[in-house]
Every structure is written in C-alpha cells, then in structure tokens.
C-alpha cells in the first residue's frame, strides 16, 4: 500500500518535473544561451579582464578568481529563469488547472524545485566543461564536490524563486524583482571582487549571504591554486562549514517554498485574475 502511494506521488513529481525541462528544452533561445553564455562571461570576458587587472596587481590570477563567480550567477540566474514559469503559469490560467489536479501544492513545489535545480545542474556543468581552457586542473573527486554544491544551490535558490514568485501576478513585475534580488546577493557574495576590498558594513553583511558560502566551498574545492598561500586570504571558511549552511539554505528554502505554496488556493488564483480583469477594463474605458 505504501508503495503504491509512494509510486503515485512520484508520477505528479515527476510529471511536474519533466515540463519544467519540456518548457526549456523547446526555448530554443533559452537553449543557445544557456550553452554560449558561459564561454562568452569566462573566455572572453574573464581573459580580457585578466588583461587590466594583472596578476601583479592582485597577487592572483584574476581570471581564476572570476570563473567561480560566474559559476554561481549563471547557476542563480538559471533557477530563477525557470521559477519564472510559476507567474508564467497564474497569468495565463495553467495554474487553476493545476491546482484542480488530484495531486497536494507539495507535490507541485517539489516538481518545481527538481525543475530549476536541474536547470541550474546543467548551466553548472556547462561552466565545469570550460574550466580547462582557463588551466584549472579538475579532478573526479573536485568535479564530484562541484556538483555537490551546485545541487544545493540550486534548490535554495529554487526555494528562494518560488517563494517570491508566489507573492507575484505579473511576469513584469518577476522580473524587475528577480533582478533586485539577484544583483545584492551575487555583488556581495564575493563573486567578482574580493569581500576584503569592500566596508566593513558591507562584508558584516555578506556573511548573511547564502551565496557567500558557496563561493567559500567552491573556491575551497577548486584545486591548488585557491588554497596556495598567495589565495589563502580569499578563503575565509573551512569547507564543512561552507558546506553545512549552503545544505542549510537548501531546507529551509525547500521548506519555506513549500509553506508559502500551500497558502495559495483555487479561489486566491480566480480571485485575483478577476481584479486584473477589472484592472484592464477600467485603462480601456
């Protein structure tokens, strides 16, 4: 018996899931940027910055150090593109269907989330696969530990996504709001600049950035040169410490998507797409 129920809450997760991917899959757009945009930011962009800003400047090897960070944008801008399809879906009705389906709004979350995270799993190792152009050596074991991070990553930021886009009626508004959201955490996170060189203030605040840890985990990871004396300033954590609150970020993300989601019902969808309707017919007038 409980298998059989077991067996049936997955085919809902798993159907969930699978569209997430199908809706990415046939963005054939989507598709050609998730693919070039990692060689363009780390190639071109992180060789070129190499250029100016000099090893001898930094002590470090500039491009190096940018290959991390754009590891965890593209990561966080994958998830968040594809939570997009929650606003996407209330807008346009799919979700009253949804919602009327025999399956719980936890199942739904949880689809969701698989959904991104695989989205944020596949930008991951498209970033991974350029690492050998930059000469950064990764081993089975490191590639393993990347992976490991870009999984937990992935769903905290999924979590995040979902709880904002809950709160959302307008594709618009997502995704002014996503970019709000994006650019403090990624520009205090460490990615392009190192949290030493910023206020005092600001790096107090970094240490409540999610994403400052996995960039501690990830540079930890990433071979010798990032714990080589002349990149030990950068590591400000030990790699299970990192590890311990991005795993933390990832449950409660989970579980707070989960707890916002179930607020929502039928009758919240249809009454708030009445308001936009009379919204519409008022401009007309």
Same mark, same amino acid.
């Given at each position: 018996?409980?298998?059989?129920?077991?067996?049936?809450?997955? +085919?809902?997760?798993?159907?969930?899931?699978? &569209?997430?991917?199908?809706?990415?899959?046939?963005?054939?757009?989507?598709?050609?940027?998730? @693919?070039?945009?990692?060689? %363009?930011? @780390?190639?071109?962009?992180?060789?070129?910055?190499?250029?100016? /800003?000099?090893?001898?400047?930094?002590?470090? #090897?500039?491009?190096?150090?940018?290959?991390?960070? @754009?590891?965890?944008?593209?990561?966080?801008?994958?998830?968040? #593109?594809?939570?997009?399809?929650? !606003?996407? #879906? &209330?807008?346009?009705?799919?979700?009253?269907?949804?919602? /009327?389906?025999?399956?719980?709004?936890?199942?739904? @979350?949880?689809?969701?989330?698989?959904?991104?995270?695989?989205?944020?799993?596949?930008? *991951?190792?498209?970033?991974?696969? !350029?690492?050998?152009?930059?000469?950064?050596?990764?081993?089975?074991?490191?590639?393993?530990?990347?992976?490991?991070?870009?999984?937990? /990553?992935? !769903?905290?930021?999924?979590?995040?996504?979902?709880?904002?886009?809950?709160? %959302?009626? &307008?594709?618009?508004?997502?995704?002014?709001?996503? +970019?709000?959201?994006?650019?403090?955490?990624?520009?205090?996170?460490?990615?392009?600049?190192?949290?030493?060189?910023?206020?005092?203030?600001? +790096?107090? !605040?970094?240490?409540?950035?999610?994403?400052?840890?996995?960039?501690?985990?990830?540079?930890?990871?990433? *071979?010798?040169?990032?714990?080589?004396?002349?990149?030990?300033?950068?590591?400000?954590?030990?790699?299970?410490?990192?590890?311990?609150?991005?795993?933390?970020?990832?449950?409660?993300?989970?579980?707070?998507?989960?707890? /916002?989601?179930?607020?929502?019902?039928?009758?919240?969808?249809?009454?708030?797409?009445?308001?936009?309707?009379?919204?519409?017919?008022? #401009?007309?007038?």
């Amino acid at each position: 018996m409980l298998k059989k129920y077991i067996a049936k809450e997955w +085919q809902a997760i798993n159907i969930i899931w699978q &569209r997430e991917l199908l809706l990415f899959w046939r963005n054939k757009i989507k598709v050609f940027t998730s @693919v070039s945009l990692p060689f %363009i930011l @780390v190639l071109i962009m992180g060789k070129g910055m190499s250029a100016l /800003v000099t090893t001898e400047m930094l002590g470090f #090897d500039f491009s190096h150090f940018f290959y991390s960070g @754009v590891l965890i944008l593209s990561i966080v801008m994958a998830v968040f #593109d594809s939570t997009f399809s929650l !606003v996407w #879906d &209330r807008e346009f009705g799919f979700m009253r269907e949804i919602l /009327v389906a025999p399956i719980s709004k936890t199942e739904i @979350v949880i689809g969701k989330i698989l959904g991104a995270t695989s989205r944020g799993f596949i930008q *991951g190792l498209l970033i991974l696969a !350029v690492a050998p152009f930059l000469e950064i050596t990764l081993s089975p074991a490191t590639i393993g530990l990347c992976l490991l991070f870009i999984m937990l /990553v992935s !769903v905290g930021m999924a979590g995040l996504g979902i709880i904002i886009a809950s709160q %959302i009626t &307008r594709m618009e508004t997502f995704s002014l709001l996503m +970019q709000f959201v994006i650019s403090p955490l990624i520009f205090l996170s460490g990615a392009f600049f190192p949290i030493e060189k910023i206020p005092l203030w600001m +790096q107090s !605040v970094s240490h409540f950035n999610p994403l400052f840890y996995a960039l501690n985990g990830l540079r930890y990871i990433l *071979g010798g040169k990032f714990v080589a004396p002349e990149y030990s300033h950068l590591i400000y954590y030990n790699f299970n410490f990192s590890l311990g609150i991005i795993f933390i970020f990832a449950v409660l993300g989970t579980i707070g998507a989960i707890m /916002v989601f179930n607020k929502f019902s039928i009758f919240t969808i249809f009454a708030r797409k009445t308001e936009d309707n009379g919204e519409k017919e008022g #401009d007309i007038r």
